[in-house]
């Protein structure tokens, strides 16, 4: 009897530091959490962009090739901690590559959503403005500090 009991207190033990761990990792994938930054709506349009103007060199999943970097992973450490508007201004001079700032600016608005989104950036309410003096006071937060 003893034993029994016992084994069902390590068992709920364990089951507590497992639920404690679960709530650690969903803590820590809330962590890049910036609101606000786009929209859903705004992001769906983005990948649609993507795909006619970006995916041909940067990938369908924005894997990258040899060639073109890809636009997750080291991208979100290239680019966070500075004010959006450096992607935005980035894109707007230098992308496509090619054709850079053959894009209207809101197309590059919902590109950066799109990205933002694949990355693990969580929408907010409002649209990303495609206006590189508001953008410019807008901080990508750092990924999920481990
Ligand atoms: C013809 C191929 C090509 C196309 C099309 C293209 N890119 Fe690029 N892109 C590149 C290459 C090559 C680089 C690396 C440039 C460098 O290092 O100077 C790059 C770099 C970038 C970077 C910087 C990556 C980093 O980690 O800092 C971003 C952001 C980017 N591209 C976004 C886009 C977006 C958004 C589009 C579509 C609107 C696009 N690119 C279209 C080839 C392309």
Same mark, same amino acid.
């Given at each position: 009897m003893k034993r029994t009991s016992l084994g069902l207190a390590l068992g709920l033990g364990f089951l507590a530091l497992a639920a $404690? =761990?679960?709530g650690a990792a969903l803590a820590a994938a809330a962590q890049p959490a910036?609101?606000?930054l786009y929209s859903e709506s705004q992001a769906a349009e983005g990948a649609r962009v993507y795909g006619m103007r970006c995916a041909m060199c940067h990938g369908r999943q924005l894997e990258g090739t040899?060639?073109?970097p890809a636009?997750?992973?080291k991208f979100v450490a290239n680019? $966070? =901690?500075r004010p959006v508007g450096d992607l935005y201004d980035y894109l707007?001079?230098?992308m496509p590559q090619f054709a850079p700032g053959s894009l209207p600016?809101?197309?590059d608005a919902k590109v950066i959503a799109y990205i933002l989104k694949a990355n693990g950036y969580r929408p907010?309410?409002?649209p990303l403005p495609a206006d590189s003096a508001a953008l410019g006071r807008i901080d990508l937060p750092a990924p999920g500090a481990p």
């Open positions: $404690a =761990g679960a910036p609101r606000l040899l060639e073109t636009l997750t992973g680019w $966070a =901690g707007g001079r230098a600016p809101e197309e907010g309410g409002a």
